[in-house]
């Protein structure tokens, strides 16, 4: 089982932290380097941030583009924060054979950023299983990671046994994200498909990894409170070539909805069109499903896709944009620069979480440990709403890690794209 096997790894990379810590080597594993020279600390040094994301798989096209944001923000920013120069440095969590994130992986890609004595924050991961690798290594080594995509409960507060307290080794925390949870997100998809779907029976699909299964819980749970029978919770193996033997077996109990908790990554393009194949369209049973399905430019381009409501844990970029500032300046530079607008939501949440990162180094004194005492103690990072990529105010918690904003949007897709349908209010 997936969850074991990542579990199995935290313990690894936790308990080589320290040693990695004080290693001096910067060479990185899986990572193209746009950095430049300077120490850890003092004014007016070169700091380096990184990115850590998918490069490779159906996840690529969002990461490129969210590294395309981030780029794009950091020259408006004249590469400062602060008295500091910043680089950013990126690495690949993938692999080509897997065509998604990988769990060895993840925990190189970990012990890369710490032996990289230039670098003081990680903007990621995009997947919140390598999170879970991935943050007791920096955790050890002060480090600070702030994602942009990260919707998993437990690496922030009690989900799973052990969570949140087993991912921070020193007994104090360094992980925050600028986006909400999983437990908001399932509970809202849940609340839409009651209020306004107003289906009554839904199969679920997990893809048996930490995000899928947290998310399919969260809309269980909640969906089960609205008044829905929910007919199985059943993981679908991505290496499977057909899925049509699940799909009859939810056609026998009669559904008039599937929800798919996981990532497109794991085989979604099959799971949709074998949905479509047993049961119909989408107007004939809905199917839902959760962030993890969005972003993606070969589902939207999928008959069988078209018709699916998708949550994303934010808001979407059209709707950033059409509030003006900094997410509208950016994106104007992204299309003057790209031709077109990013292929993923999370583009614009990508270059808010570098904006905290950056907020953080310019209070800092430059050292691994200051820049992540500046997220959590005191009154932690604050952005104020007209300077925010989100254009709100962006406050991390420094007792959690956790956002304030908990948006959720709705999404529906028509003419293969991915178009915003509504705000799903959060309860």
């Given at each position: 089982?997936?969850?074991?096997?990542?579990?199995?790894?935290?313990?690894?990379?936790?308990?080589?932290?320290l040693?990695?810590?004080?290693c001096?080597?910067?060479?990185?594993?899986?990572?193209?380097?746009?950095?430049?020279?300077?120490g850890?600390g003092?004014?007016?040094?070169?700091?380096?941030?990184?990115?850590?994301?998918?490069?490779?798989?159906?996840s690529?096209?969002?990461?490129?583009?969210?590294?395309?944001?981030?780029?794009?923000y950091?020259?408006?920013?004249?590469?400062?924060?602060?008295?500091?120069?910043?680089?950013l440095?990126t690495?690949?969590?993938s692999t080509?054979?897997?065509?998604?994130?990988d769990?060895?992986?993840?925990?190189?890609?970990a012990?890369?950023h710490v032996?990289?004595?230039?670098e003081?924050?990680?903007m990621?991961?995009?997947?919140?299983?390598?999170?879970?690798i991935?943050v007791?290594?920096?955790?050890?080594?002060?480090?600070?990671?702030?994602s942009?995509?990260n919707?998993?409960?437990g690496?922030?507060?009690?989900?799973?046994?052990?969570?949140?307290?087993?991912?921070y080794?020193?007994g104090?925390?360094?992980?925050?994200r600028?986006?909400?949870?999983?437990?908001?997100?399932?509970?809202a998809?849940?609340?839409?498909?009651?209020?306004?779907?107003?289906?009554?029976?839904?199969?679920v699909?997990?893809?048996?990894?930490?995000?899928?299964?947290?998310?399919?819980?969260?809309?269980?749970?909640?969906?089960?409170q609205?008044?829905?029978?929910?007919?199985?919770?059943?993981?679908?193996?991505?290496k499977?070539?057909?899925?049509?033997?699940?799909?009859?077996?939810?056609?026998?109990?009669?559904?008039?909805c599937?929800?798919?908790?996981?990532i497109?990554?794991?085989?979604?393009g099959?799971?949709?069109?074998?949905?479509?194949?047993?049961?119909g369209d989408?107007?004939?049973?809905?199917?839902i499903g959760?962030?993890?399905?969005?972003g993606?430019?070969?589902?939207?381009?999928?008959?069988?896709?078209?018709?699916?409501?998708?949550?994303?844990?934010?808001?979407?970029?059209e709707?950033?944009?059409?509030?003006?500032g900094q997410?509208?300046?950016?994106?104007?530079?992204?299309?003057?620069?790209?031709?077109?607008?990013?292929r993923?939501?999370?583009a614009?949440?990508g270059?808010?979480?570098?904006?905290?990162i950056l907020?953080?180094?310019?209070?800092?004194?430059?050292t691994?440990?200051?820049?992540?005492?500046?997220?959590?103690?005191?009154?932690?990072i604050?952005?104020?709403?007209?300077?925010s990529?989100?254009?709100?105010?962006?406050?991390?918690?420094?007792?959690?890690?956790?956002?304030?904003?908990?948006?959720?949007?709705v999404l529906?897709?028509?003419?293969?794209?991915?178009?915003f349908?509504?705000?799903?209010?959060?309860?």
């Open positions: 089982m997936r969850y074991r096997s990542i579990t199995a790894a935290v313990l690894a990379v936790a308990v080589t932290a040693s990695v810590s004080a001096k080597s910067s060479k990185s594993s899986g990572g193209s380097a746009t950095t430049g020279g300077g850890g003092g004014g007016g040094k070169t700091l380096v941030i990184s990115t850590d994301l998918p490069m490779q798989g159906a690529a096209d969002a990461s490129k583009d969210t590294i395309n944001a981030i780029n794009l950091l020259e408006q920013v004249n590469h400062k924060a602060g008295n500091y120069t910043v680089q440095k690495y690949d969590d080509a054979a897997k065509g998604a994130w769990e060895a992986t993840c925990a190189n890609n012990q890369a032996a990289n004595t230039n003081v924050a990680v990621g991961t995009y997947n919140s299983g390598c999170a879970k991935e007791p290594v920096l955790n050890a080594a002060n480090m600070l990671m702030i942009h995509a919707t998993n409960p690496l922030t507060k009690k989900w799973d046994p052990g969570e949140p307290d087993k991912y080794p020193n104090k925390r360094n992980y925050g600028v986006i909400t949870t999983d437990d908001y997100q399932g509970a998809a849940a609340d839409f498909a009651a209020q306004d779907l107003k289906v009554k029976r839904c199969f699909l997990n893809d048996n990894q930490t995000y899928g299964q947290g998310v399919a819980q969260a809309f269980i749970t909640r969906a089960k609205n008044g829905i029978t929910i007919l199985a919770n059943k993981a679908w193996d991505a499977q070539p057909s899925y049509a033997a699940i799909f009859q077996n939810a056609k026998s109990q009669n559904p008039d599937i929800y798919v908790g996981g497109y990554d794991n085989n979604g099959q799971l949709v069109k074998d949905k479509a194949s047993v049961l989408n107007t004939k049973v809905k199917m959760p962030d993890g399905f969005t993606y430019p070969a589902l939207d381009k999928q008959p069988q896709s078209q018709g699916m409501y998708m949550t994303f844990a934010g808001l979407s970029t709707q950033l944009v059409k509030g003006g997410a509208a300046k950016l994106i104007d530079a992204y299309k003057a620069k790209y031709g077109t607008n990013p993923t939501n999370y614009l949440y270059a808010a979480a570098v904006q905290a907020a953080a180094i310019a209070k800092s004194d430059g691994r440990e200051s820049v992540t005492n500046q997220v959590f103690s005191g009154s932690g604050d952005i104020p709403a007209e300077q990529m989100l254009g709100k105010e962006i406050k991390i918690d420094p007792q959690s890690g956790d956002t304030n904003n908990k948006d959720i949007s529906l897709m028509k003419n293969n794209q991915e178009s349908f509504k705000a799903q209010p959060v309860v």
